[in-house]
């Protein structure tokens, strides 16, 4: 996994609540037995019409709407449990997605992918997305070792909350796994007290 | 101290506690498949390690599979890869598998519970949503990505914090033609697509209790609807003879043993919820989705209501438009072309005789195509010993073989763009039946109801 550095860049704006992880990455899209390319089937369905003429009203087609940082409306990332939901937003080039709460487990394949979920108050989102859409070059700062999201321009900011072992996982690159696996010795003990039917 | 059978369960399966937080959680199965597996098999051979538990893990093949012809290779070239991968990887490191072809093959949550293998106070995980399923038998069963699929196979364990618990009590009887289908999206209706966000829910109350097992396995499957990380009912008498004399049921005494251990879980008189809910079954009537997500449903003789706040306006009005549906509208009376009767919601045994029942001596609708496709192999070979194939069969009704089929439309049973279909599956979103389809949720009954009539109707008018 990639370590995360501190951002600054400019955001898209999704003002959509309930974005399923289906319209993130249609299940005709998840044949693949890779983790990459999944990036240009990202919101196929919402960028493309079934003759893949592009959907011109689509934030993602707006030329004038760039950056790292999607800002998507609240429960993003419900429904299945498709990784590839977290691959695609990934591959597209996004490593943040706000909102004001997420799916639990888009949230966790997020994290355990580079991808880092900011949840923010309602009213945050809502001065992020007017800031966005009334200034499509407004940058935005994220500070994952201060957990701080902050508007350069006018210096509005929120505090986020992280637990702090997925953000040390974060910013060293490390993944679960690596962990666990350091667990062995407890795994295998926690085996000899289980009584199993 | 009063405790939840939630976290009954969950404190008995906690390897170790993590700074921050997190516990070291212990899986007792791992259910995979061939969409959410290849990855995480690439991964491990990219650490170089082994798989840690193999006799913990359970493969189907079901997203992908034709439900036509599963005797002849897939001809789709992309599904065959993937389900050949999942061979390929089973049989390299020697993990059982139930693939097309096999008497056990079939939707890997209705397999669990038929063979036995599921069972109260387990912690089970697959790479699929829908595993919250399994908690219908008192066990601790939710959703995962495939990251954490590695992780299972690398170690049986995964880094989890504890979600907070929710409680949704039903008490009463259910009106005829009404059933735990239409409970479910009532609850949803009510608490919305995201209201179990960040909770594991526990049905209980004597409506839940009435029910049998395969009508609780439809209630707990959609709990991840809600946005919840999965839902549990306590085991009782009708839990343990459903398990009893199942393929890899406990047998003889260590069958009594297990019942003693498994009477112990239930949640204690007076242990705290983080929320409560409570419902009386008397008010909830045949439901249907109008919208793009399953909390956007209704009673069939109400019409569609104006967004209030647990629906962002735009959300609304795209699932409105994409619908082609108006507020105020009533769901009574619309035409719909296409029926499908299957999914992990409502493909057992038992939602094929509710339907067998309904229809016999009825057929389909002109304009009607009806699909079934029965959850497994072992559910296909008791319909057809039960002669249900025969009813079917005079009624214009299709019976398939098993698979996921059109609940996401991976293989080739898609709906056509701009076509609505009355589906027994869990989900309405978007494309999610193929690209441009519409999906109106509901009941087994509702779905045969409206099959035979052509367009949607209030079940109860029939019977």
Not at chain 1, 83 to 110: C, M, P, Q, T
Not at chain 2, 134 to 154: D, K, L, P, R
Not at chain 2, 213 to 220: F, S
Not at chain 2, 252 to 268: C, H, N, P, R
Request: aromatic share 8%; hydrophobic share 35%; charged share 25%.
């Amino acid at each position: 996994m990639e370590k995360f550095e501190t951002l600054i860049t400019t955001a898209i704006p999704l003002p959509m609540e309930d974005v399923d992880t289906d319209q993130i990455i249609p299940a005709r899209f998840l044949k693949a037995t890779t983790r990459e390319g999944f990036g240009d089937n990202l919101f196929r369905d919402w960028r493309f019409e079934q003759n893949n003429v592009t959907k011109k009203e689509f934030v993602l087609n707006n030329p004038i709407y760039e950056g790292k940082i999607l800002v998507a409306g609240k429960n993003f990332g419900c429904g299945s449990s498709r990784e590839h939901a977290a691959w695609a937003l990934f591959d597209y080039g996004f490593r943040v997605v706000v909102s004001s709460f997420f799916a639990d487990i888009f949230k966790g394949n997020a994290l355990n992918n580079g991808l880092l979920p900011i949840t923010v108050s309602p009213e945050f989102l809502h001065e992020l997305f007017s800031c966005v859409e009334k200034n499509p070059q407004t940058e935005l700062i994220v500070d994952l070792e201060a957990q701080r999201i902050a508007i350069l321009d006018n210096g509005k900011h929120e505090h986020f909350e992280i637990d702090s072992y997925k953000k040390m996982c974060l910013l060293n690159g490390y993944d679960d796994i690596d962990y666990l696996l350091s667990k062995k010795d407890k795994i295998e003990a926690f085996e000899k007290t289980q009584v199993i039917f | 101290m009063k405790k939840t059978l939630f976290d009954k369960i969950w404190e008995q399966h906690i390897v170790d506690k993590v700074d921050g937080g997190r516990d070291i959680l212990y899986i007792d199965k791992h259910f995979i498949h061939e969409v959410t597996s290849p990855q995480a098999f690439t991964g491990l051979e990219k650490r170089g390690l082994e798989i840690f538990r193999k006799n913990k893990i359970v493969a189907t093949a079901d997203h992908n599979v034709p439900t036509l012809n599963q005797h002849l290779p897939i001809t789709e070239p992309l599904s065959r890869t993937q389900v050949n991968t999942l061979i390929e990887n089973c049989e390299k490191n020697g993990l059982e598998l139930y693939g097309l072809g096999h008497q056990y093959q079939g939707i890997v949550h209705v397999i669990g519970p038929e063979l036995g293998i599921t069972k109260p106070g387990m912690t089970i995980v697959c790479g699929d949503s829908h595993t919250s399923t399994h908690g219908a038998f008192g066990s601790i069963a939710f959703g995962i990505g495939t990251s954490q699929v590695e992780q299972v196979m690398a170690t049986q364990c995964l880094l989890l914090n504890r979600p907070k618990r929710m409680r949704i009590t039903i008490d009463g009887e259910l009106q005829n033609g009404v059933l735990s289908k239409d409970i479910i999206l009532y609850i949803l209706s009510k608490l919305t697509a995201s209201g179990g966000t960040g909770h594991f829910i526990e049905y209980a109350g004597s409506t839940i209790r009435s029910l049998s097992m395969e009508a609780r396995m439809t209630i707990c499957n959609m709990s991840i609807e809600m946005g919840a990380r999965g839902g549990l009912i306590a085991p009782d008498e009708k839990t343990f003879e459903y398990i009893k004399g199942r393929k890899f049921a406990p047998q003889g005494e260590i069958f009594d043993k297990a019942v003693e251990y498994w009477k112990t879980l239930y949640t204690d008189e007076g242990a705290e919820f983080d929320k409560k809910y409570h419902f009386e079954a008397e008010d909830i009537e045949p439901m249907v989705t109008y919208g793009t997500n399953p909390g956007m449903g209704i009673k069939i003789t109400d019409s569609i209501p104006a967004p209030d706040a647990s629906v962002g306006i735009q959300s609304y009005e795209k699932a409105l438009k994409y619908m082609d549906f108006e507020k105020g509208n009533s769901l009574i009376g619309k035409k719909v072309n296409y029926v499908f009767i299957g999914s992990c919601t409502n493909s057992r045994i038992e939602d094929l005789r509710l339907v067998a029942d309904f229809v016999k001596g009825k057929s389909k609708a002109d304009n009607v195509n009806v699909w079934i496709v029965p959850g497994s192999k072992l559910v296909e070979k008791q319909a057809k010993e039960e002669g249900l194939d025969k009813i079917f069969q005079a009624a214009g009704f299709e019976l398939r073989e098993p698979g996921c089929s059109a609940c996401l439309g991976m293989n080739e049973d898609k709906i056509p763009k701009g076509e609505y279909c009355i589906s027994t599956s869990n989900r309405n979103f978007e494309g999610r039946q193929g690209q441009g389809a519409r999906t109106i949720l509901a009941s087994p009954l509702m779905a045969a109801a409206t099959a035979v009539t052509g367009k949607i109707v209030d079940v109860r008018t029939l019977l």
